[in-house]
């Protein structure tokens, strides 16, 4: 079955940047929203907005239906069992922070290791310095291969009596790989390692099932899945979640507070301290649903096709050297382009109507792997187009000339 880009969903896509058309290539950074997203949160915000679970009037009532039925999308949408273990964040980053000091703080002493590997995004490496600074826990990394993947081999060997967390990416921001997750949460399961996953990528290009997966916790960001930005979700074993202590105080997450104690409300609502970003949860759930309206595998498949175009078609430029090409990874492009520094280079594509991203990518331990300082990427969505990648690389030989 062919995948047809709903390009009319996306009203950015009709508007030019710099007198060009848009090619959208950044959507690994932050996708761009559909229509019926945004028709979705405009509606709530405008006819059944109140705040959730204090209040008894209609409007506050039909708001926390809204609220918790989109913790049931979520739960859904990764085949959670439960829907209380699914906690609604600012997004991935604080997902895996949560973790990082809910779960592992109160598990880990000085000398303790956490097993990570060379292809994180800084939100899944930053809160493990935290762990090392202040507990003085020693962080393990994982070698990856030339082409950009992992052996599983590697991790294992890396584990120790001394692990106390593995943490791992579902899908690479920076290469597209797609890591083996089963299979090497079941060598960290075995050596009784629990896992956890940065999902930010992996769910929105990847069918996710967490109790397939058996991960211990699965994190990903709404603004990357044609959501919102300002939501995330982390998905937490249940028996996990019932141990670990609230990772901020305030309304909402207690059960009681007196002069003398106070006592915490059962998970998710325990991590969900204060006002939670109500119509950004009907704004995810409304995306959860826009992608439901497609064959998931087709889109993948459109994806890739696009990707493939485009590596054949930057493969004629001997300047051009790609960084990341795992056998089944996803469809983003990250190169090095010889003699011109990726800024300039997305600079000039910028001016012929293609956004790119350009840098490190918040992922500077994989570029000192690579040998690189920065690159140039072009990541793609449901919604592009060969006409973006025909005007990638138009844009790559303009910015040759203009720069050599």
């Known amino acids: 079955m062919s995948f047809v ?91 895996l922070n949560l973790v990082s000091y809910a779960f592992l703080s109160p598990r880990i002493s000085a000398g303790d290791e956490i097993v990570l590997t060379k292809m994180e995004h800084h939100s899944n490496i930053v809160p493990w310095h935290f762990m090392r600074e202040r507990k003085r826990a020693v962080l393990k990394w994982v070698e990856l291969r030339e082409d950009g993947s992992i052996n599983p081999s590697a991790v294992a060997a890396q584990i120790t009596p001394k692990t106390k967390l593995l943490a791992i990416t579902h899908m690479s921001n920076v290469l597209g790989t797609v890591n083996p997750l089963k299979e090497i949460i079941q060598i960290a399961h075995a050596k009784g390692v629990p896992v956890v996953v940065d999902g930010c ?28 930005t300002g939501i995330g979700a982390l998905y937490g074993k249940r028996a996990h979640l019932k141990t670990m202590r609230p990772f901020n105080g305030g309304g909402e997450m207690i059960a009681e507070v007196t002069e003398d104690k106070v006592t915490y409300a059962e998970p998710p609502h325990r991590f969900e301290a204060g006002t939670p970003p109500i119509i950004e949860a009907v704004g995810l759930a409304a995306a959860i649903k826009y992608l439901k309206g497609f064959d998931r595998a087709a889109i993948k498949a459109h994806e890739l096709e696009l990707y493939q175009y485009a590596r054949k078609e930057i493969g004629r430029f001997k300047w051009v050297r790609v960084i990341g090409e795992a056998e089944d990874k996803g469809a983003i492009l990250s190169f090095e382009t010889t003699g011109m520094h990726a800024h300039d280079v997305a600079t000039i594509l910028d001016g012929e109507g293609v956004a790119v991203r350009a840098g490190h990518h918040c992922a500077q331990v994989l570029m000192e792997r690579f040998g690189v300082a920065s690159t140039t990427r072009a990541s793609f969505g449901l919604y592009n187009t060969r006409e973006d990648v025909d005007a990638l690389i138009a844009g790559l030989e303009k910015a040759r000339s203009i720069l050599l």
Request: charged content about 25%.
């Open 5 to 95: 880009p709903p390009l009319s969903d996306f009203s950015i896509l009709s508007k030019p940047v710099n007198g060009r058309r848009l090619a959208s290539l950044d959507s690994a950074a932050s996708a761009q929203k559909p229509k019926f997203v945004l028709d979705a949160m405009t509606e709530f915000a405008t006819s059944e907005f109140a705040n959730v679970h204090r209040g008894v009037h209609r409007l506050a009532a039909a708001a926390t239906q809204r609220y918790e039925e989109a913790r049931v999308a979520v739960q859904q949408f990764l085949n959670a069992k439960h829907s209380d273990e699914i906690i609604f964040t600012k997004g991935g980053t604080e997902a």
């Open 201 to 228: 990528q992996g769910a929105v290009h990847e069918k996710v099932d967490v109790q397939d997966l058996d991960a211990d916790f699965y994190a990903f960001t709404g603004h990357k899945l044609y959501g919102p």
